[in-house]
């Protein structure tokens, strides 16, 4: 559960509040200036790991395109003009190789940006406009009973 907190003061004192109430403060991380960063609780920089799963899929889309370009070249034995078969295999290979690279780049990156850093990109906007990101990781349960003693602290996104 992640609850958006104004202020400094009011997510000191909702932090306080669920220790109160028997919450554990292994199960509390309160993120904002002056208190934990966002990576140190998992919400890593959206642009890495956009990043990261750009090259990984040019790495597996690039490597299955090659191997695509050459088993289909084998099979079906397409002949560019002027050239021999040797190179026309480097050149259909390449050639795969490059837009499989391409497409892995781009389907990697909107996965990563879209998929994996969604959460990580609102809880940040929370953080550059000042506000303090009170974190209660558990069962369901101790969730459930932390949103119900924190309702009246929460401030809704914009």
Known sequence: MIAVLPDESSAFEAYRLLQCHGISPENLALVGRGYSSPDSVGLFNPTSTAWRYAKRGMFWIGAISTSMGMILHLIFGFQLPNLDWY???LTITSTSGIIGIFIGGVSGTLYGWF???????SCRSCLDRGQYLLMLEGSEALTRRGREILDDYTVKPH
Do not use: A, D, F
């Open 87 to 89: 190179q026309t295999l």
């Open 115 to 121: 998929v994996k850093s969604s959460l990580s990109i």
